[in-house]
């Protein structure tokens, strides 16, 4: 183990001849603190140096061996090709059901609590073509979903509307994951002072940038929600 950690703790040295891995720091990190691992616990895991684990977290251009890779893997409980971002552009649940599965229903306290994690959900919305359905970065706001988008565009059409909203997260290395669905009416926010209040409150901004200033609050009247475990 200690010429494993020397290794370690020399290769970044090495690492800027390699060819970069991307944004392998940010996929560390993330994994790492959603586990509720602090930095020296994860390497202690993997059995390497926290400094060389530091390293690999902060500096872009880090590019581990395979060994460190899998050590990392194992340790942050995934893949390889998630932690290199091999995975980036499949969609979710590609990988074989897992030993044994459970299936259960989400309490409402439950569901509540997932959404609130904020991110990336899936709008549902009827249009006379038939229904769309467009992904929108999102915020709880007292126990309604709002958006931002801009005005003719796909979640703009949520206006005066019933509507469907559906969140999940997919864990591919270990085939379990969950899912919870809203319904319920969609309206524009033209109140300027809650449109102020809703800029103020909301986690982020939409990742398609450009001018974005339509609000859209979506009431949950029935929430539901399901999860897999292994």
């Given at each position: 183990?200690?010429?494993?950690?020397?290794?370690?703790?020399?290769?970044?040295?090495?690492?800027?001849?390699?060819?970069?891995?991307?944004?392998?720091?940010?996929?560390?990190?993330?994994?790492?603190?959603?586990?509720?691992?602090?930095?020296r616990q994860a390497a202690a895991r993997a059995g390497m140096a926290?400094?060389?684990?530091?390293?690999?977290?902060?500096?872009?251009?880090?590019?581990?061996?395979?060994?460190?890779?899998?050590?990392?893997?194992?340790?942050?409980?995934?893949?390889?090709?998630?932690?290199?971002?091999?995975?980036?552009?499949?969609?979710?649940?590609?990988?074989?059901?897992?030993?044994?599965?459970?299936?259960?229903?989400?309490?409402?306290?439950?569901?509540?609590?997932?959404?609130?994690?904020?991110?990336?959900?899936?709008?549902?919305?009827?249009?006379?073509?038939?229904?769309?359905?467009?992904?929108?970065?999102?915020?709880?706001?007292?126990?309604?979903?709002?958006?931002?988008?801009?005005?003719?565009?796909?979640?703009?059409?949520?206006?005066?509307?019933?509507?469907?909203?559906?969140?999940?997260?997919?864990?591919?290395?270990?085939s379990q994951g969950w899912s919870v669905l809203v319904r319920g009416?969609?309206?524009?926010?033209?109140?300027?002072?809650?449109?102020r209040r809703l800029t103020e409150r909301a986690y982020s901004a939409?990742?398609?940038?450009?001018?974005?200033?339509?609000?859209?609050?979506?009431?949950?009247?029935?929430?539901?929600?399901?999860?897999?475990?292994?």
């Amino acid at each position: 183990m200690a010429g494993q950690t020397k290794a370690n703790v020399a290769a970044p040295a090495a690492a800027a001849t390699e060819t970069p891995l991307g944004d392998l720091g940010r996929r560390l990190a993330a994994r790492r603190v959603k586990l509720g691992l602090t930095r020296r616990q994860a390497a202690a895991r993997a059995g390497m140096a926290v400094t060389y684990l530091g390293y690999l977290e902060e500096h872009p251009g880090a590019a581990p061996g395979t060994s460190a890779l899998v050590r990392l893997a194992e340790a942050l409980e995934t893949t390889v090709g998630e932690l290199t971002g091999g995975t980036v552009d499949l969609p979710p649940g590609t990988g074989r059901a897992g030993y044994a599965p459970q299936f259960t229903t989400l309490r409402p306290g439950e569901c509540r609590t997932l959404l609130a994690m904020h991110g990336v959900g899936r709008l549902a919305v009827p249009t006379p073509t038939g229904p769309v359905i467009v992904p929108v970065n999102y915020s709880v706001v007292d126990g309604a979903i709002v958006f931002r988008t801009a005005r003719g565009a796909a979640p703009s059409l949520a206006d005066g509307r019933q509507v469907a909203f559906e969140v999940d997260r997919i864990d591919d290395a270990f085939s379990q994951g969950w899912s919870v669905l809203v319904r319920g009416p969609a309206r524009a926010v033209t109140d300027p002072q809650e449109q102020r209040r809703l800029t103020e409150r909301a986690y982020s901004a939409p990742w398609a940038g450009g001018s974005r200033s339509l609000w859209v609050r979506i009431d949950a009247f029935t929430i539901t929600g399901r999860r897999i475990t292994v």
